[in-house]
């Protein structure tokens, strides 16, 4: 809408403060999509093979706390550089296809368009698991799901079986929809009160700054965004340093000084 | 019973059995308890300090699993060889009444006797969560909690507050009881099979062997146990090596050889 | 000088290449610093609370490969957002005298200036170790040790004992040089041929491109990156997808889509 | 010779004391390994596909801390109830053949011959590292290495280059001896410290005890064993409880009780 200057008011994407999307994305999404799937299939993580569909900021939650639980962890990329950084970290980095041969557990986080499509069901062992907590229900093609399965049927709340024409059995959970919103009871308040104190010193912030603010989309300010973190830390107890002024000159000077 | 001469026929201890304690009580454990937290409270486990008191299978995968989590994990212990494993594995190791300090959810498996007493319960910060997943619901001292509280109350499904006299509130989950099985689902199916397969094989052993065992307690025979694991193994699509008989003989004249 | 107008010809920034600090900054530094230690000192890591003066890209590398090692790692930080993630990867996050007054190990990686000061070198208990892996030899206040020890002696290669006035006993690894350098052999070829593709890859694009760029700082082209990544993963043998044109163009229509 | 009655005097087997092996096995091993290959080889850890062969206290060292520094770590075992334990504990469990394709360091711990046999040797990609932390150098076949061999040569200390019939290079660390020691300095002095005292008390013991024990094998007595942990702890300032009268009459009474 600002691209197309039909955007007549200023906004802030309160999503992009690093407060939100590191915190909320990373550490609420990695627990509560485990927590979603435990809660719908009751599955052992220890020692099954979970193949995590994207290595952004939720991708890597996921993949963080499947291997704390005692999973393998699998992750398919189409960025190199992402792809590079899943390897370093320590997890097995993979073609979707080849993956999906060995997955016993299959989560995506793309943000995307059916990372989970027609030739990775068909390649997919019996009993694979299927979950999407990434953005919206298209992120595995259930049409394609729907098409090659001749039934399906709800063995637990949240868990759809279906019969593949092969014999195979696969289990979508939550319909494809946000498992842990689904399944589980989404994130903890412990990580969603930054999100809503990004939000509301943000519109504090646009009502504070009435007829300065340009039409248009800004950033949380910065200051905002550390007084979010200073507060959040102080709720836990946590103290940390500031920089002496000699410190503050010794950053500044940077280039020149060494 | 067998002490005192009053066990009049065999019987197997298959709780001793390798592919019995060594995974349903660390595995399966370590999943449930925080499972049966989660559920019943939605804490975010990231950044929380977890006392876990005990260091045996089920406090090492209690410790484990909260770690994978994300959490800072505290370990209180009696057996000094067993505190030690905790610090070397990387966990922080303190006397019971220091923990109490500092502590935000505590969770008893020490399989003995008010783990959690008075003196802990009145240094807990306010908000302390209290969980046990040991054996049985004498590890926190409740009617210690109960007399030191001037009212409780339900503050979700397995959450009972407690207000105490000094104006803190304490949380205990499931009445103490295990919380795995209070809040949650118990213990996974993937790691009860190999429980149930001992005992079946178990009850076949005896009934095979009828006439030939004394009265009193047998352990599970070890070619049992090691065919449980290779069952189990075999299910999940796992190969492993056997010894070449050159390979055996090497072993076996260990002492002799190099 | 760009700012200065000082800067004459083009320039890439080679360092800012994701390709670059993603991987150097922290497998490369995490590695490596420990490595250094390990080769100076000899010490186990296990069980050792090692503080880490700060968590950007080289702070997280050395975090996590001391967690690796079973140490329990302390975190310092003076900003806010960065402290929050090393509680949040569970790290325990203190004020720099706190920590001093508990570590064992001390390395700095703040690239600032006496992260290491005049009261923490006071309140460190005697055996503490200190080593720097930042960017120059200011991230310790040596002067200062200098000033209040009464003898210092080399007890090994790179450690260089100091006997303080009160009578403890502080070891200053490789003079406060960077450690990796000094007691070991800094980056592994494997994560510096990144660097140097970099660089490499840099200089024939300002080569092609002689004319058209304009005096200043330029970054590395984001083709040049990705083409680095994959390469290195080429070279892994790790195979990773590319997106479809359905995928890419859901992917560009996000906002309007769904 | 305890079996052949040839054993005339009193012998007490430090090795099997728990402060022994649980932790110069598991965690001495487990970093000096690691750091002899470092030394040897300067190879980044991080993304690398490490194959442990051996799953006991000196295997699931290596692995712990191989995983630690970022690597991708596949077990082998010939012991099902070890590998099912390496399977829940996140390792990926293969047989060996299948590890030798895939592997780019072999690092040998059983305490076996030939674990690393001319079948594995045949299979292995050009540029794999082969190194021995378990006991004697039969652990790897060499001679079937040499054999395969048209040459050889040191390319750095402690690693010898073979040049395969096929053109394949692989590298032998230190001879096929145990590496921390060939290439680093063996364990730290914070592990050996417990062996040392155990073996010291063992010795007063014997002493004091004069006599009184029967010729043959004695295990470390349990009170020695839990003092070497206790003074251990002492050293590094952690604190443990003891079991109050109540709770140690409970523990007695415990399959009685509840």
New interface residues.
């Given amino acids: 809408m600002a691209n197309d200057d039909k955007l007549l008011y200023p906004v802030i994407a309160v999503n992009d403060a ?2 939100k999307h ?2 909320d994305n ?3 999404t ?2 509560s999509t485990l ?1 979603g799937i ?2 719908a299939t ?7 093979r979970v193949v995590v569909a994207g290595y952004g900021w939720c991708g890597r939650g996921v993949a ?2 499947a ?6 962890v699998i992750v ?6 992402r ?3 899943a ?10 296809i ?1 993956a999906a041969k060995v997955g016993e557990v299959f989560i995506t986080v793309t943000g ?3 990372a989970i499509g027609r030739e990775h069901i068909e390649a997919m062992p019996s009993g694979a698991i299927l979950a999407n907590s990434g ?2 229900n ?1 992120e595995i093609d259930i049409p394609a799901l729907e098409e090659m399965a001749t039934a399906h049927r709800e063995v637990r709340p949240f868990v759809e079986e279906y019969s593949m024409k092969d014999g195979r059995k696969l289990y979508l959970l939550g319909e494809g929809r946000l498992i842990n919103l689904a399944a ?2 989404g ?5 969603m009160d930054m999100s809503f104190a990004n939000q509301a010193l943000s519109a504090e912030f646009i009502v504070k700054n009435q007829g300065k603010l340009a039409a248009g989309v800004h950033g949380v300010p910065i200051e905002t ?2 007084e979010v ?2 507060l ?2 102080e709720s ?1 107890g ?7 002024a ?2 503050q000159r ?2 500044e000077s940077w280039e020149e000084g ?1």
Same sequence: chains 1, 2, 3, 4.
């Fill in positions: 690093e407060t590191f915190f990373r550490y609420g990695g627990q927590d435990t809660r009751n599955i052992l993580w220890a020692g099954r963080s706390r291997r704390g639980m005692g999973s393998h398919t990329e189409t960025n190199p550089i792809a590079l950084e390897v370093m970290d320590g997890f097995t980095v993979m073609k979707g080849d995307g368009f059916h953005h919206f298209v589980a009871e994130h903890p308040s412990a990580v965004d550390r973190g200073r959040k830390l836990l946590v103290g940390i340093d500031s920089l002496s000699e410190q010794y950053q060494t």
